[in-house]
């Protein structure tokens, strides 16, 4: 019999579950969260990031760094369309 952990382990995640539950639960007033919730959240949260890193990479490189920095952030958030 195949467990749902070893299921999980072949698409896992970067991000911890925890500090997401933690956040969705105090962001809702203290709901509860299901896991396959959590899931989908932490799967968008990385999709997030990785559009952010890129953006914010691209920044940088246009300006000869190989450092992202927190106004390169700022830009590339100014630059993201709004998600609903």
């Not at 105090?26 to 890193?53: K, P, T």
């Amino acid at each position: 019999m195949r467990s749902l952990a070893g299921e999980r382990r072949t698409n896992m995640a970067e991000l911890s579950g925890a500090p997401v539950k933690r956040l969705l639960t105090e962001a809702s007033g203290g709901m509860r969260v299901g896991s396959s919730a959590i899931d989908r959240a932490v799967a968008e949260a990385e999709a997030f990031l990785r559009n952010l890193g890129q953006a914010a990479g691209q920044i940088a490189a246009a300006d000869r760094r190989k450092t992202i920095q927190d106004s390169d952030i700022t830009q590339a958030m100014a630059g993201m369309p709004p998600r609903t």
